[in-house]
Protein backbone atom coordinates (compact mmCIF):
# COMPACT_ATOMS: atom_id res chain seq x y z
CA UNK A 1 0.00 0.00 0.00
CA UNK A 2 1.15 3.34 -1.23
CA UNK A 3 0.20 6.29 0.71
CA UNK A 4 0.36 10.15 -0.12
CA UNK A 5 0.20 12.89 2.07
CA UNK A 6 0.60 16.61 2.73
CA UNK A 7 -1.29 18.63 0.71
CA UNK A 8 -3.25 20.91 0.99
CA UNK A 9 -4.00 24.68 0.43
CA UNK A 10 -1.06 27.30 0.36
CA UNK A 11 -0.67 30.67 -1.32
CA UNK A 12 1.23 31.48 -4.10
CA UNK A 13 4.97 31.55 -3.16
CA UNK A 14 4.52 28.80 -0.10
CA UNK A 15 5.90 25.30 0.04
CA UNK A 16 4.58 22.05 0.57
CA UNK A 17 6.45 18.48 1.50
CA UNK A 18 4.15 15.36 0.41
CA UNK A 19 4.93 12.45 1.59
CA UNK A 20 4.77 8.76 0.00
CA UNK A 21 5.04 5.74 2.36
CA UNK A 22 5.02 2.38 1.15
CA UNK A 23 3.46 -0.45 3.76
CA UNK A 24 4.12 -4.11 2.17
CA UNK A 25 6.67 -3.12 -0.36
CA UNK A 26 10.73 -2.77 0.10
CA UNK A 27 11.39 0.75 -1.34
CA UNK A 28 15.26 -0.28 -1.50
CA UNK A 29 14.02 -2.12 -4.93
CA UNK A 30 12.04 0.31 -6.69
CA UNK A 31 11.79 3.78 -8.13
CA UNK A 32 9.40 6.31 -6.69
CA UNK A 33 7.84 8.82 -8.66
CA UNK A 34 5.23 11.42 -8.06
CA UNK A 35 2.68 12.65 -11.35
CA UNK A 36 0.07 15.17 -10.54
CA UNK A 37 -3.00 15.75 -12.40
CA UNK A 38 -4.83 19.15 -12.77
CA UNK A 39 -8.94 19.18 -13.81
CA UNK A 40 -9.09 18.56 -17.40
CA UNK A 41 -5.53 17.80 -17.87
CA UNK A 42 -3.44 15.16 -18.50
CA UNK A 43 -1.43 13.03 -15.87
CA UNK A 44 2.22 14.27 -15.74
CA UNK A 45 5.67 13.04 -14.08
CA UNK A 46 6.92 15.44 -11.67
CA UNK A 47 10.01 13.95 -10.50
CA UNK A 48 11.37 10.47 -9.55
CA UNK A 49 13.65 8.80 -7.63
CA UNK A 50 15.78 5.51 -7.84
CA UNK A 51 15.68 4.26 -4.50
CA UNK A 52 19.07 2.32 -4.32
CA UNK A 53 21.55 4.87 -5.49
CA UNK A 54 19.16 8.18 -5.45
CA UNK A 55 19.27 9.44 -9.27
CA UNK A 56 16.77 11.65 -9.23
CA UNK A 57 15.01 13.83 -11.93
CA UNK A 58 12.81 16.59 -12.24
CA UNK A 59 10.90 17.94 -15.05
CA UNK A 60 11.79 21.02 -16.37
CA UNK A 61 8.64 22.82 -14.63
CA UNK A 62 9.98 22.05 -11.29
CA UNK A 63 13.52 21.85 -11.45
CA UNK A 64 15.23 24.00 -8.74
CA UNK A 65 11.65 24.27 -6.74
CA UNK A 66 10.83 20.36 -6.23
CA UNK A 67 13.72 18.11 -4.53
CA UNK A 68 12.55 14.77 -4.12
CA UNK A 69 14.66 12.59 -1.31
CA UNK A 70 13.78 9.15 0.05
CA UNK A 71 14.45 7.72 4.00
CA UNK A 72 15.02 4.49 3.82
CA UNK A 73 14.49 3.70 7.47
CA UNK A 74 11.34 5.17 7.58
CA UNK A 75 10.15 3.43 3.77
CA UNK A 76 9.54 6.72 2.80
CA UNK A 77 10.29 9.52 0.16
CA UNK A 78 9.33 13.23 0.27
CA UNK A 79 8.79 16.11 -2.40
CA UNK A 80 9.57 18.96 -0.84
CA UNK A 81 7.60 21.63 -3.28
CA UNK A 82 8.53 25.78 -2.62
CA UNK A 83 7.82 28.74 -4.62
CA UNK A 84 4.44 26.91 -5.63
CA UNK A 85 2.47 28.59 -8.42
CA UNK A 86 -1.60 29.00 -8.69
CA UNK A 87 -1.26 26.27 -11.99
CA UNK A 88 0.54 23.69 -9.93
CA UNK A 89 -2.79 23.16 -8.44
CA UNK A 90 -3.65 19.32 -8.67
CA UNK A 91 -3.83 15.84 -7.26
CA UNK A 92 -0.71 14.58 -6.76
CA UNK A 93 0.14 11.02 -6.57
CA UNK A 94 2.94 8.98 -6.18
CA UNK A 95 3.95 5.59 -7.79
CA UNK A 96 6.28 3.18 -7.70
CA UNK A 97 7.82 0.37 -9.49
CA UNK A 98 10.09 -2.82 -9.08
CA UNK A 99 13.22 -2.25 -11.11
CA UNK A 100 16.19 -3.99 -11.73
CA UNK A 101 18.79 -1.47 -12.69
CA UNK A 102 18.87 1.79 -10.99
CA UNK A 103 17.21 4.48 -13.12
CA UNK A 104 14.61 6.95 -13.21
CA UNK A 105 11.47 6.97 -15.02
CA UNK A 106 7.67 7.61 -15.20
CA UNK A 107 7.09 4.74 -17.54
CA UNK A 108 4.84 1.52 -16.93
CA UNK A 109 4.29 2.18 -12.96
CA UNK A 110 3.54 -1.07 -11.01
CA UNK A 111 1.68 0.46 -7.81
CA UNK A 112 0.04 3.38 -7.49
CA UNK A 113 -1.27 5.41 -4.23
CA UNK A 114 -4.40 7.40 -3.77
CA UNK A 115 -3.44 11.33 -4.67
CA UNK A 116 -3.09 14.25 -2.32
CA UNK A 117 -4.88 17.28 -2.95
CA UNK A 118 -2.76 20.55 -4.09
CA UNK A 119 -4.36 23.65 -4.06
CA UNK A 120 -2.21 27.10 -4.80
CA UNK A 121 -3.95 30.36 -4.53
CA UNK A 122 -3.62 33.54 -6.20
Known amino acids: QLQASGGGLVQAGGSLRLSCTAS????????VAWFRQAPGKEREGVSC????????YYADSVKGRFTISRDKAKNSVYLQMNSLKPEETAVYYC?????????????????WGKGTQVTVSS
Open 49 to 56: ISISDGEA
Open 95 to 111: AIKLIAVPGCGFDNMDY
Open 24 to 31: GFNLDYYR
